[in-house]
């Protein structure tokens, strides 16, 4: 990950969606502009979490989208807790849970249903995945929230931790997930102006 070393990014779009991207591979002639300085820089802010175990810290890591909860194979429905420092604040039902940046609003939990956010602001969204009951929405915490995934699972089952889609880690019954903003930001590269609303209406039109 680029974002400890405070390395640019600068995305480019070889897939179909491409919201955090900022050049399509038919614009890769604009890759010049980096030795001309006509570019400017964004912080984007990330998410920090971390599994405890028994009351240890069991793994830990970081996600500049989402670190998202899911259901193992056992084909049943993921209860799940969300707690804001000592508040309870509300229980899913259903495959699990997303906890997302503004960056990854546009991505998983997009497809979720949560909202569209603009990724220059600070906050920090959880969407139900496959809710069960129409009663369960996402809910946009601010940036400061401290929260705490607590998966209700029963012995003998587990679920999945994803950060960013890519790596996993089996949760097991007990484990809690505290998931927090991170220090370090994701510095991406911007050379258009206003390009994640021009991409927006773009992408969104395109689904």
């Given at each position: 990950?680029?974002?400890?070393?405070?390395?640019?990014?600068?995305?480019?779009?070889?897939?179909?969606?491409?919201?955090?991207?900022?050049?399509?591979?038919?614009?890769?002639?604009?890759?010049?502009?980096?030795?001309?300085?006509?570019?400017?820089l964004?912080?984007?802010?990330?998410?920090?979490?971390?599994?405890?175990?028994?009351?240890?810290?069991?793994?830990?890591?970081?996600?500049?989208?989402?670190?998202?909860?899911?259901?193992?194979?056992?084909?049943?429905?993921?209860?799940?807790?969300?707690?804001?420092?000592?508040?309870?604040?509300?229980?899913?039902?259903?495959?699990?849970?997303?906890?997302?940046t503004?960056?990854?609003?546009?991505?998983?939990?997009?497809s979720?249903?949560?909202?569209?956010?603009?990724?220059?602001?600070?906050?920090?969204e959880?969407?139900?995945?496959?809710?069960?009951?129409?009663?369960?929405?996402?809910?946009?915490?601010?940036?400061?929230?401290?929260?705490?995934?607590?998966?209700?699972?029963?012995?003998?089952?587990?679920?999945?931790?994803?950060?960013?889609g890519?790596?996993?880690?089996?949760?097991?019954?007990?484990?809690?997930?505290?998931?927090?903003?991170?220090?370090?930001?994701?510095?991406?590269v911007?050379?258009?102006?206003?390009?994640?609303y021009?991409?927006?209406?773009?992408?969104?039109?395109?689904?």
């Amino acid at each position: 990950m680029s974002a400890p070393q405070g390395v640019p990014v600068l995305g480019i779009n070889r897939g179909t969606t491409g919201f955090l991207t900022e050049l399509e591979v038919g614009e890769l002639q604009q890759l010049r502009r980096l030795f001309t300085g006509e570019y400017t820089l964004e912080q984007r802010m990330m998410l920090e979490f971390t599994i405890l175990r028994d009351g240890k810290r069991y793994h830990r890591g970081l996600a500049l989208n989402d670190v998202t909860v899911q259901r193992g194979i056992v084909p049943r429905l993921l209860t799940t807790d969300v707690h804001n420092g000592d508040l309870m604040i509300t229980r899913f039902r259903g495959d699990g849970v997303i906890v997302a940046t503004p960056t990854g609003s546009t991505g998983y939990a997009l497809s979720a249903g949560g909202p569209v956010i603009d990724p220059r602001t600070n906050c920090i969204e959880v969407a139900p995945i496959c809710a069960h009951s129409l009663a369960n929405r996402s809910i946009v915490f601010g940036s400061n929230a401290k929260l705490t995934i607590l998966p209700r699972l029963e012995e003998g089952r587990s679920a999945h931790l994803f950060n960013d889609g890519a790596s996993s880690v089996l949760i097991h019954h007990g484990d809690t997930i505290a998931v927090q903003r991170a220090r370090q930001k994701t510095t991406v590269v911007r050379m258009k102006p206003d390009s994640f609303y021009s991409t927006m209406r773009i992408k969104l039109r395109e689904f």
